[in-house]
């Protein structure tokens, strides 16, 4: 399934919100909205960085939704919440036309608020809301969106958790080896014989 790219963005920055622990400063602030292209934007200001901070427990809860009537609840509440007020706009950048849903006037929070509320009511309507997933590793909380053609993916980006997931995987399956058979001894040291 293919999504508008402005779609996919609203998702990724949604997702990136919610597991941006180091949002902790206007500096952070900045850097997180230049790397994921919001603008364009009046400086940011401590009332932003707090209604930023707050936004991300109301997004964490999309993930959280058990039906899809929740879901939808959570969604149209954002959607009201953001006085979000579509429009369509082709201002260049590669982009071509797409949505923007709010005023470039209106506050951080409504601006990320709408974009991520028209891109999870995107998935409901295409059917696509399991795409909206928690990483697979059982010490991490973080949230992703699987934007693979083969819904594969189960790890979050955050903590490299992917990665130490299949090497405890490859250790345990080493350490489970008889030393007498494959001529390791369990730490994976050549045994004599």
């Keep these: ?13 949604a997702a990136d919100l919610v597991n941006a622990d180091e949002l902790t ?10 790397q994921h292209q919001v603008d364009p934007r009046p400086r940011a200001t401590q009332a932003d960085l707090d209604a930023v901070r707050a936004l991300r427990l109301r997004l964490r809860a999309i993930w959280q939704a ?6 939808a609840e959570l969604i149209n509440e954002l ?12 201002h260049g950048g590669g982009w071509g036309w797409h949505l923007h849903v709010t005023d470039h006037e209106a506050t951080l929070e409504h601006r990320i608020a709408a974009q991520a509320a028209f891109a999870f009511a995107d998935l409901v309507r295409l059917r696509e809301a399991d795409r ?18 083969n819904r594969s993916r189960i790890y979050c980006d955050t903590g490299n958790c ?32």
Aim: aromatic content about 4%; charged content about 25%.
């Design 66 to 71: 058990t039906t899809s009537e929740h879901l």
């Design 162 to 193: 992917g990665n130490r997931q299949h090497v405890a995987a490859y250790r345990e399956r080493r350490a489970g080896r008889d030393p007498d058979r494959t001529g390791l001894s369990p730490s994976g040291i050549p045994c004599l014989r």
């Design 25 to 34: 400063d206007l500096v952070a602030l900045e850097a997180f909205l230049d």
């Design 79 to 90: 959607l009201r919440a953001s006085g979000a007020r579509p429009w369509l706009t082709d």
């Design 1 to 13: 399934m293919g999504f508008a790219h402005d779609t996919i963005a609203a998702l990724v920055l």
């Design 132 to 149: 909206l997933r928690r990483c697979g590793a059982p010490d991490c909380d973080a949230v992703l969106v699987d934007l693979s053609k």
